[in-house]
């Protein structure tokens, strides 16, 4: 690990324009791993560019750092990146736009996913619980100084990666890194009520509809929000709440399944599981990816029913090998 982070440290000495890329339907992880780079490489005085070609969602939008550092992908286009890192993306296709760039540089790709592809010219992939622990490893090596902004902003994607601190992914370095982060000066209060405190009536609203539609089939709850129920509350569909984690928190429920539509007939599919069920397995065999307790994909399908059918039945399937 320490050889993989001195030889990415080798490739930012080399260069002066870096490019710092996320990943599409950014997530606080990936936003709070984007900045943390973005302003850590700004102080050691880089011409740094962070990007996400993707519409950042207005709960993130608001936290502080956001809308002034990172940029959409027609901003990158006349920046001469000499290198480009990207941080929590697990395969080419979910850095959007951003990867026909990898022709024209030197790539690093910093990740937590166990099913990253190693799309970089150097690939540090690692098991952390956030890729924003990650940076803070790279951002301590390269000494740069962490002040109240960049404890928080770091913070961030530590604690929305766990679900605050409860998932199982929450070792004991997640809590060694977020004293660390709270000595600096990180304020996790700041972050608990923008996150998790700032819901807007719309979204609970949808929820009602949400439940309505919520299926059972053994120990697999799952429902859907389509662009139509989206419309009825006025939300727009880069706002979408997913609601999957709390189809999980069901008694009984070991995994959770949310299919919301994103773009019409396009269906993005968050799987959560509880104990035991490797839900990534699923994503991958739908073209997606993630971690044993929570992964994605995205399909298109003029056909909601047959897809939630499709998803359900691979799953029991593949709890029948656990047996
Ligand atoms: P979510 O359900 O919150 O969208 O994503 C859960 C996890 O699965 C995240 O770690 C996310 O990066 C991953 N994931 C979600 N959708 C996709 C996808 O389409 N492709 C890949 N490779 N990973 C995904
Ligand atoms: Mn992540």
């Not at 290198?83 to 951003?98: E, F, H, Q, T, Y």
């Not at 766990?162 to 992914?169: R, V």
């Not at 929000?225 to 070991?254: A, C, H, N, Q, W």
């Not at 994503?283 to 399908?301: D, I, M, Q, W």
Request: proline content about 3%.
């Amino acid at each position: 690990m320490i050889r993989t982070i001195e030889s990415i440290i080798g490739e930012i000495n080399k260069v002066k324009n870096i490019l710092v890329v996320g990943h599409i339907m950014p997530d606080g992880d990936d936003i709070s791993s984007v900045l943390s780079l973005t302003m850590g490489l700004e102080k050691l005085g880089k011409n740094v560019r962070g990007v996400i070609d993707w519409e950042i969602p207005g709960y993130l939008e608001e936290f502080p750092y956001v809308k002034e550092k990172i940029k959409s992908y027609d901003c990158i286009k006349e920046f001469p990146a000499e290198l480009i890192i990207s941080v929590d993306a697990s395969s080419p296709d979910r850095i959007g736009r951003v990867y026909d760039h990898f022709k024209f540089a030197r790539s690093v790709v910093i990740d937590h996913h166990a099913t990253n592809t190693y799309f970089g010219n150097i690939n540090w992939v690692d098991k952390f619980g956030a890729t924003a622990q990650m940076v803070l490893r790279l951002n301590k090596m390269l000494e740069i100084e962490y002040d109240k902004d960049l404890s928080t902003v770091n913070l961030l994607g530590i604690a929305t990666d766990t679900g605050f601190f409860k998932y199982s992914n929450t070792d004991a370095t997640i809590f060694k890194d977020v004293a660390w982060l709270v000595d600096k000066g990180g304020d996790i209060g700041f972050i608990s009520n923008m996150i998790l405190e700032n819901k807007p009536y719309e979204h609970l609203m949808l929820y009602k509809d949400f439940l309505d539609e919520m299926r059972f089939d053994d120990n697999i709850a799952y429902s859907h929000i389509t662009l139509d129920m989206l419309k009825k509350y006025k939300i727009p569909p880069k706002d979408s709440p997913s609601f999957v984690g709390e189809l999980r928190s069901i008694k009984g429920v070991e995994v959770a399944i949310t299919f919301s539509e994103a773009e019409p007939n396009v269906y993005h599919v968050s799987m959560r599981s509880k104990n035991w069920f490797d839900v990534s397995k699923v994503a991958v065999h739908f073209g997606g990816g993630g971690h044993p307790r929570a992964a994605g994909f995205s399909k298109e399908t003029s056909d909601l029913k047959k897809l939630e059918k499709d998803v359900v039945e691979t799953i029991k399937l593949l709890m029948e090998s656990y047996k």
